[in-house]
């Protein structure tokens, strides 16, 4: 059993940064790729960053590359998401789950987060 709860949302300006913490309860947490989702109002819940468990490969979706870096640190039982240059449609719920492997589909993952809002203004 993993229990995970997101931290780090807020309200920021266009162009600034944001970093989300998602703290994991438990053991096993090392065991656990770990996941990044998002879901605007109105709109399904989608992929944003998955890592593998040692942290060893980590996977974006291909629109937010280079702006959006996942990151964990197992010792801490943690994992972030550096969100940088944000845009207004990044507002979002961002939801991190635990899975066993890194995956861009919601059905691959046992364990979520009750969510951190982040809300960019322009």
């Known amino acids: 059993q993993v229990q995970l709860v997101e931290s780090g949302g807020g309200l920021v300006q266009a162009g600034g940064s944001l970093r989300l913490s998602c703290a994991a309860s438990?053991?096993?947490?090392?065991?656990?790729?770990m996941g990044w989702f998002r879901q605007a109002p109105g709109k399904e819940r989608e992929f944003v960053a998955a890592?593998?468990?040692?942290?060893?490969?980590?996977y974006n979706t291909n629109s937010l590359k280079g702006r959006f870096t996942i990151s964990r640190d197992n010792a801490k039982n943690t994992v972030y998401l550096q969100m940088n240059s944000l845009k207004p449609e990044d507002t979002a719920v961002y939801y991190c789950?635990?899975?066993?492997?890194?995956?861009?589909?919601?059905?691959?993952?046992?364990?979520w987060g009750q969510g951190t809002q982040v809300t960019v203004s322009s």
């Open positions: 789950a635990a899975g066993l492997r890194p995956s861009t589909y919601k059905r691959e993952y046992d364990y």
């Open positions: 890592i593998s468990w040692s942290g060893g490969s980590a």
């Open positions: 438990g053991r096993t947490f090392s065991s656990y790729a």
